[in-house]
């Protein structure tokens, strides 16, 4: 047998200074506005199009930039991922809208160079208590993690936390899609797992920042990316995914959503 050793991982982890997590914050303002803009005018009959017209309109009256226009190529200002969408779904006029869809918005915003990012579950009109419990889980699940956000802990006790928590639920979490650190960029390391095993992982430190936002799927954890486009991933199974995200800061004592 291999004999294990634990190692405190610190990886290449930049850790912010007061003044860049107050960028963050600035940064993670605007995010808010525009996520609660999206909140107030969502409704069945619209197109994803329209959201993402809103999120561009929004984010630039603000002074800032939607951080997915041209990220590596993506050609919108926000991701759209709806039902058995899990991540990444690009807005279009075609896809409309209605009465028992949920749909994940997840908006990024750049200002004065600062990073945030954060996205919500929205549910049109009615939707099947399955759908809604489902939801209602992912929202639960940030807050399951962050319970174990403190520093001197190893991330992989956040994700472990999330994994159990959907578990007992009956769902299962994404395992190759994670979170990431925030802030100077849009995708810095760590990568964040959600399916993590306790102990594991880079040790949380005041100043680090990254995302919280598993992907929650109602049935099997496999995922696929659709050919056509490159970008949006589905669940193998079709069946229905769910995702909350926030952008923290581990703090002294704790942390601190920056994407309120
Ligand atoms: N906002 C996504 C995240 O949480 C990233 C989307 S990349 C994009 O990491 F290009 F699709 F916008
Ligand atoms: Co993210």
């Not at 850790?15 to 506005?33: D, F, M, P, Y």
Request: contains cysteine.
């Amino acid at each position: 047998m291999t004999r294990r050793r634990k190692i405190l991982k610190t990886g290449n982890v930049l850790v912010k200074s007061t003044a860049q997590l107050e960028g963050i914050r600035e940064s993670g303002r605007i995010n808010t506005a525009v996520l609660d803009y999206v909140q107030d005018h969502i409704c069945a009959g619209i197109s994803t199009e329209e959201i993402d017209r809103w999120v561009y309109e929004q984010t630039t009256r603000a002074g800032a930039v939607p951080a997915p226009l041209n990220y590596e190529g993506f050609p919108k200002s926000v991701c759209t991922s709806r039902n058995q969408a899990v991540c990444h779904g690009i807005p279009n006029e075609k896809e409309i809208l209605k009465e028992g869809d949920i749909i994940n918005v997840d908006v990024s915003t750049i200002y004065n160079g600062y990073f945030s990012d954060a996205s919500r579950m929205f549910c049109i009109g009615e939707v099947s208590e399955d759908k809604r419990r489902l939801v209602q889980t992912a929202k639960e699940a940030i807050q399951v993690g962050l319970l174990e956000v403190k520093p001197w802990k190893p991330l992989g006790d956040m994700g472990h936390a999330i994994h159990m928590y959907v578990k007992s639920r009956g769902y299962s979490v994404v395992e190759e899609i994670g979170g990431h650190g925030v802030g100077l960029q849009f995708h810095e390391e760590p990568w964040v797992s959600y399916v993590a095993a306790k102990g594991s992982g880079e040790i949380m430190v005041p100043g680090l920042v990254f995302t919280i936002e598993p992907m929650i799927n109602m049935g099997g954890p496999e995922v696929y990316v659709d050919d056509s486009n490159g970008w949006t991933v589905y669940t193998e199974d079709g069946m229905p995914s769910a995702q909350w995200e926030v952008t923290v800061a581990v703090t002294q004592d704790g942390y601190e959503i920056l994407t309120r």
